[in-house]
């Protein structure tokens, strides 16, 4: 896509600290780490969040975070480390192209993953999740 950002650092046309490249993705640092090592997976055919992603990129996208979690253990000794991804502005996203982040975690670091838990009850649980069990159902 011509103005977005991530397809250009995924491309290469705009220079990234590169950690790890295939034909499908880009491994680079987050320019505003949440923590020192947090690295973003994009990969070079834009899509701008999960629902658009194909699935034979979402599983190349998985198998690179596998190896790179693995890496970052081994050669940052972290904590912890978080896999996540936003989905929409709601969810706190704020390139439009998708993109995962995994993010090295220190005990008592200054990084917030965290959501209060609701208490709606079971029916109420098995009622949200009833919207998607039926989405599923009609594929
Ligand atoms: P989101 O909030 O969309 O899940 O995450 C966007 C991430 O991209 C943020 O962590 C932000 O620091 C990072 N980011 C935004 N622009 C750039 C950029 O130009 N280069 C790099 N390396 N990271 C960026
Ligand atoms: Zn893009």
């Known amino acids: ?36 090592g947090h690295l973003l997976i994009l990969p070079k055919e834009h899509a701008a969040d999960f629902t658009q992603l194909s699935e034979e990129k979402a599983e190349k996208v998985m198998k690179a975070a596998h190896k790179i979690v693995k890496a970052m253990k081994k050669g940052l000794k972290p904590d912890g480390i978080n896999v996540l991804q936003n989905n929409g502005t709601a ?17 008592n670091d200054n990084v917030n993953v965290n959501w209060t838990p609701m208490e709606p009850g079971m029916d109420a649980v098995a009622q949200a999740a009833q919207a998607t069990k039926a989405a599923l159902e009609e594929e």
Request: charged letters at 15%; proline letters at 6%; glycine letters at 4%.
């Open 91 to 107: 969810a706190g996203q704020t390139v439009m192209h998708y993109h995962m982040h995994i993010i090295p975690r220190y005990e």
């Open 1 to 36: 896509m011509d103005n977005c950002i991530f397809c250009k650092i995924a491309a290469g046309i705009i220079p990234s600290t590169t950690v790890y490249e295939t034909e499908d993705l880009r491994v680079i640092a987050d320019i505003a780490p949440a923590n020192l």
